[in-house]
């Protein structure tokens, strides 16, 4: 069985896979503005959107081949947006929820499929006030920060040292 280093006391440790076979990759944005420091500034984010000219709220989207203003998202697991597209958004901001940003830097996150390039709709739907998610930093030589981290929100698109694993 391969180990987690290549030396020191852990060369017959299992890897993290063999302990919990299921993963999925962590939240993949797109674009930064859905996240915010807090949800009140988010709030005024949404609603700086959905007030602008439909040729506004393209440049304000940032659109990606994931996410365009006129893209199809139904609604995450456990979550109340809107599913018309986002060329036709209206009403009050979807209701902030927190995300782990980076290792011990939680965030506000617009919970709306329609903003996110990749939002796993699977980590949304086993999301509930008891689940823990780990997050490994996978093997980056030379790599510093925790190999594994552990949180009660979902993970949002880095591993525990800022870089994919």
């Not at 602008?52 to 304000?60: T, Y």
């Not at 996410?67 to 109340?80: D, E, I, K, N, V």
Request: overall charge negative; glycine content about 10%; charged content about 20%.
């Amino acid at each position: 069985m391969p180990g987690v280093t290549n030396d020191g006391p852990h060369l017959d440790a299992m890897p993290l896979a063999d302990l919990m076979p299921w993963s999925v990759a962590p939240l993949r944005l797109g674009r930064g503005w859905p996240l915010g420091p807090d949800a009140a500034s988010l709030r005024a984010r949404w609603d700086t959107f959905v007030g602008a000219s439909e040729d506004r709220r393209e440049a304000l989207l940032e659109p990606s081949r994931s996410r365009t203003l006129h893209s199809a998202a139904a609604q995450l697991p456990g979550q109340h947006t809107g599913t018309e597209p986002l060329a036709r958004a209206q009403g009050p901001c979807p209701e902030p929820v927190r995300v782990l940003h980076a290792p011990f830097d939680e965030q506000w996150l617009i919970p709306d499929q329609r903003l996110i390039d990749a939002a796993r709709p699977e980590l949304w739907r086993v999301a509930d006030a008891r689940q823990l998610f780990l997050v490994e930093q996978g093997y980056v030589p030379g790599a510093g920060g925790p190999a594994v981290l552990a949180c009660a929100v979902l993970p949002q698109g880095r591993s525990p040292a800022g870089r994919p694993g």
